[in-house]
């Protein structure tokens, strides 16, 4: 996992693991300094700078342990940012997001895609994905259903059946949001 890390790959969990005996500042902290290699000033302005694009200075102090499951995973993706990673894994990080809170991630997605860290998400949903992947793929008992550009994808009829249902619709509020922001 060290060697991963430190080739630029860091990842996300789906039950957040964090050291809930450490505070906040202190997790982010533990990954600039050993995922990311870092040391003394440049370690702790990463660990800053990831908490805040998390929006998680506000709790920097508290332990880990106190904070509720959305703040666990912004935790967890504030301390795989904090590995400064090229490839980021994120592994269902939009369960339980209000609407707010997905814009809010999708466009934190985009912004580090923007600042050339390519992004793999496995996420169930789907409305997260549509306005932000480049790419979907669909796997359904260990085989790809489907595999293209989402508007493609979420049409498919296999697709739909097996997991999106025939009302699907991907105009929720937060991928209006993202459609009237692209259209600006």
């Not at 990954?31 to 929006?55: D, M, N, P, V, Y």
């Not at 993706?77 to 894994?89: G, I, V």
């Not at 550009?149 to 697709?159: C, G, K």
Request: aromatic fraction near 4%; charged fraction near 20%; charge should be negative.
């Amino acid at each position: 996992a060290q060697q991963r890390c430190h080739s630029g790959i860091a990842r996300t969990f789906q039950v957040p693991q964090p050291f809930e005996t450490l505070t906040v500042y202190e997790n982010a902290l533990v990954s600039a300094t050993f995922g990311a290699e870092l040391q003394g000033a440049q370690a702790t302005a990463a660990a800053i700078a990831a908490l805040k694009r998390c929006g998680l200075l506000r709790v920097a102090d508290h332990p880990a342990a106190t904070l509720g499951l959305l703040q666990r995973k912004r935790l967890e993706l504030a301390r795989a940012l904090a590995t400064q990673p090229r490839l980021l894994l994120l592994d269902e990080v939009a369960g339980g997001l209000t609407d707010r809170e997905m814009v809010d991630l999708v466009q934190l997605v985009r912004e580090l895609h923007a600042e050339g860290v390519t992004v793999l998400w496995i996420e169930h949903l789907v409305h997260a994905l549509v306005p932000v992947a480049q790419r979907l793929v669909v796997l359904a008992e260990g085989q790809v259903l489907a595999d293209g550009v989402p508007a493609t994808v979420v049409a498919n009829s296999q697709v739909r059946e097996t997991y999106l249902g025939t009302d699907f619709d991907v105009d929720t509020p937060a991928t209006r949001r993202e459609t009237e922001h692209a259209a600006h």
